[in-house]
């Protein structure tokens, strides 16, 4: 029985049925919830969603491979290198083809900025949510600074499309390494500034500490991933446990917190961007030289300037515009850490140059059933800080 | 464990009920019947070598296309957060009543995207307590996801094709 054939108030009831979202501030995006109340307690939360359902796995079997990057994009919107990265990482499986060292690295300063991003879109609109109006605008300051960053290596602020099969889109330019090495030096200041506002205030840690907690079984269980399945306990980065892009050559630590409550889910995050931060630092600092895509031409776009001279290079470049990448037969998955927990593309492929099946696997998503179980039992004023905690995003929810 | 110790330990343990076992590119990938699907799933999950307590995704694959028999897959992605090795469990179904049991027993995580199984592919997954539309809404008709259902542009109504309706759309056939 839904809330809008029954109105909002069902009266035969103790219990009484409140409707929040789809267009709520403190959703995330429009993301519904049904909340069974007696009196200021949640008894139940049903989630609704499909709001932004766009169709993308099946768009995506109708385009071809390079036509679907910008597409991965729009999946996770606040975190899109880590898509693009995916889904890269996938068809390079089944192509079986070495990604050159420089563009490895290049991917991973991306990643990481894109996690930096992230997370401060997170703790400005957790904070918010929870009424810490000041941290929203420190963290879009940082952000912006990002967002900068991007736009001069790939032309775009937010959807970038710049990790592509074979490499990356675009070698790295001086002014733009500098922008990075001006940004990691301006930016442990601010996430102390962050913590300084936030970790000891006692409005803050009466809001956050034990709400919403999950112990280490549940959060597993429930297929919570990324910084809420470390904020329960759970030593699990899948940049440690199966690297990929060169991860195992950095040095950094996996945060991980032991209550699983809201307060730890922020901890975790935290500090994750100091980490994100270092791993920066130590690519700068050891940046390989060499091509930064694949020199075989068969996958990815010759250079420009040899178009002119070179006959090979301009049949290449015309296969690859006018027909794309054939992908061998075959079925393959690879997962990567995301911002939000584990992302991965399951590719099926029939051996033409359009994909059979895409999957998108969104640590959102996943993470629904799990969210709206912690709501069980909690204040309304918590609901939206376990929302926020989850750290959604609909665009991947609803695909 | 590596991918070559999990499928030969599998190999071991469940010869009888395992149909086939592939290694692409070095992942370790078992077919089972829909039949066996619990009491693997229970195996992978209980065995203390192999011990996988985390479901990562439940995706649906259509095979129409490529004229093989069954038409459809559910392929189960776990992964084993102590020992740190995955498994992709490869479930063919029947195109007629395509039915498969649930894991969400197991795995409460499979709740979501099993339901998703049945919004996009029309698989009836059996013992899942909420078998309805999720993504799509409730009144909904056809299963977006299966090769059959087209792939179709929505014609914008102007004044000069106002009377233009999707007959003609609804015959296109899916575009490549």
Known sequence: ?399 | MTSEEIVKKIKENLADIVQNTDLPQGDAVIFVAPDSLQSVAEFLKNDADLKFDYLSDVRGVDYLLEEREPRFEAVYQLYSIDNQHSIRLRVGIEEDNPSVPTVSNLWKGALYPEQELFDMFGINVEGHPTMERLIMPKDWEGFPLRKDYPLTTETVAFSHNRDFKSELVKSKPPTR
């Not at chain 1, 997370?119 to 949510?129: E, I, K, N, P, Y």
């Open chain 1, 1 to 399: 029985m839904s809330v809008t054939e029954q109105g909002l108030l069902e009266r035969d009831k103790d219990t009484m049925t409140l409707n929040m979202g789809p267009q709520h501030p403190s959703t995330h995006g429009v993301f519904r919830v049904i909340l069974e109340m007696d009196g200021e307690v949640v008894k139940t939360a049903e989630p609704e969603i499909g709001y932004l359902h766009t169709g993308i796995e099946k768009t995506s079997e109708n385009k071809r491979y390079v036509h679907v990057i910008p597409m991965t994009d729009r999946l996770d919107y606040l975190n899109p290198p880590g898509n693009n990265l995916a889904f890269c990482l996938s068809t390079e499986k089944l192509l079986g083809i070495e990604i050159p060292d420089r563009a490895n690295a290049l991917r991973v300063i991306m990643c990481e900025l894109a996690r930096i991003a992230s997370h401060l879109v997170w703790l400005g609109t957790h904070a918010l949510d929870i009424g810490a109006m000041t941290v929203f605008l420190y963290c879009w300051r940082e952000r912006e600074m990002i967002l900068d960053l991007n736009e001069e290596i790939s032309g775009v602020r937010m959807m970038t499309s710049y990790i592509r099969v074979g490499g990356v889109a675009k070698d790295a330019t001086r002014s733009w390494l500098d922008g990075i090495l001006d940004f990691i030096q301006y930016f442990p200041a601010k996430v102390d500034e962050y913590e300084r506002l936030l970790t000891k205030n006692p409005i803050w840690l009466d809001r956050t500490q034990g709400i919403g907690s999950f112990t280490r079984e549940e959060a597993i269980n429930w297929s919570l991933s990324g910084p809420a399945l470390r904020a329960s306990g759970v030593n699990w980065d899948i940049r440690k446990s199966q690297p990929y892009s060169g991860y195992e050559n950095y040095n950094f630590e996996v945060p991980v917190q032991n209550n699983g409550d809201i307060f730890d889910r922020y901890r975790v995050r935290i500090e994750e961007m100091r980490q994100s931060r270092s791993i920066i630092q130590q690519v700068l600092e050891n940046l390989p030289g060499g091509p930064y895509k694949d020199p075989d031409n068969k996958v990815s776009l010759p250079a420009r300037e040899t178009l002119h001279t070179s006959m090979e290079a301009l049949i290449h470049h015309f296969k690859l515009v006018s027909e794309g990448i054939s992908v061998p037969k075959g079925e393959t998955y690879v997962p990567i850490e995301g911002a939000r927990g584990e992302v991965g593309f399951y590719i099926v492929s029939d051996g033409t140059n359009v994909p059979s099946r895409v999957k998108l696997r969104a640590p959102s998503f996943m993470a629904i059933p799990g969210m709206c179980k912690m709501m069980e039992g909690c204040y309304i004023a918590d609901v939206v800080g376990i929302i926020g905690s989850i750290d959604i995003v609909m665009g991947e929810v609803d695909r």
